[in-house]
């Protein structure tokens, strides 16, 4: 069954429209985690919650906004998507402990694409 | 802050055994994960070390030396679907002390050629 789900997998929006995209998980993970990963790169965290606090990297646009209204679910939103934002939007999860093999559990990506 | 080196590409034959590197450097090392990406799919946890030396899972092993910054995959009798990326990550306890989040290297493309 699977335990990190993100829809949809394929999104097309606008220069310019605002676009939401939906992360939920069933392992009552403490830790949501949101990366955009373009084609032949690493992950690069965007941002993530542990619980309601959020965390954001110091490098990630304004342009790029997150919500977590309860544990299952997280979203990220992109309030004016540009052409350099397209690229796969990976969502993860962890427990938060950060201790022994405890590791992120990815969800299979949201692939956007700015028309 | 963190950085890791890997490289770009790596081809190999179907049977064979490959060895993929990983240099890193970091302030608070606690931990270093191997994940495997197939195209346009998320990335799959493989292997994780935390003290030196070499943990075997199947045909995959991972070695880590923290004096040398240094970390490598073996993948063993190498089949096709191995083609893949694989990436290496470090977590550290980061500024906030937590430990929550992982830095990946740019990852190594795997050809598996028949």
């Known amino acids: 069954d699977a335990m990190v789900i993100q829809n949809p997998r394929y999104q097309v929006t606008q220069f310019g429209k605002p676009v939401t995209l939906s992360c939920s998980q069933t392992?009552?993970?403490?830790?949501m985690y949101w990366y955009q990963q373009k084609s032949s790169q690493a992950p690069k965290l965007l941002f993530h919650?542990?619980?309601?606090?959020?965390?954001n990297e110091a490098d990630t646009p304004d342009n790029f906004q997150s919500r977590r209204p309860n544990t299952s679910f997280c979203f990220l939103d992109i309030r004016s998507p540009g052409l350099g934002d397209a690229a796969m939007y990976l969502c993860?999860?962890?427990?938060?402990?950060?201790?022994?093999?405890?590791?992120?559990?990815f969800g299979p990506g949201t692939r956007l694409l700015v028309l | 802050g963190q950085s890791l080196e890997q490289p770009s590409e790596v081809t190999a034959v179907e049977g064979a055994i490959v060895q993929i590197n990983c240099t890193y450097q970091?302030?608070?090392?606690?931990?270093l994960f191997w994940y495997q990406q197939h195209a346009g799919e998320a990335p799959t946890f493989l292997s994780y070390?935390?003290?030196?030396g070499l943990e075997e899972k199947g045909r995959f092993s991972s070695f880590l030396s923290r004096s040398k910054g240094y970390s490598y995959l073996l993948l063993k009798e190498l089949q096709m679907k191995d083609s893949a990326s694989y990436f290496c990550?470090?977590?550290?306890?980061?500024?906030?002390?937590?430990?929550?989040?992982?830095?990946f290297g740019s990852g190594t493309q795997l050809t598996v050629l028949p």
């Open positions: 993860a999860t962890s427990s938060g402990r950060a201790s022994g093999s405890e590791t992120q559990y």
């Open positions: 392992l009552n993970h403490n830790v």
């Open positions: 919650y542990y619980d309601k606090d959020f965390n």
């Open positions: 970091t302030s608070g090392f606690n931990g």
């Open positions: 070390n935390v003290l030196d």
């Open positions: 990550a470090v977590r550290d306890w980061g500024t906030s002390g937590s430990a929550r989040q992982l830095t």
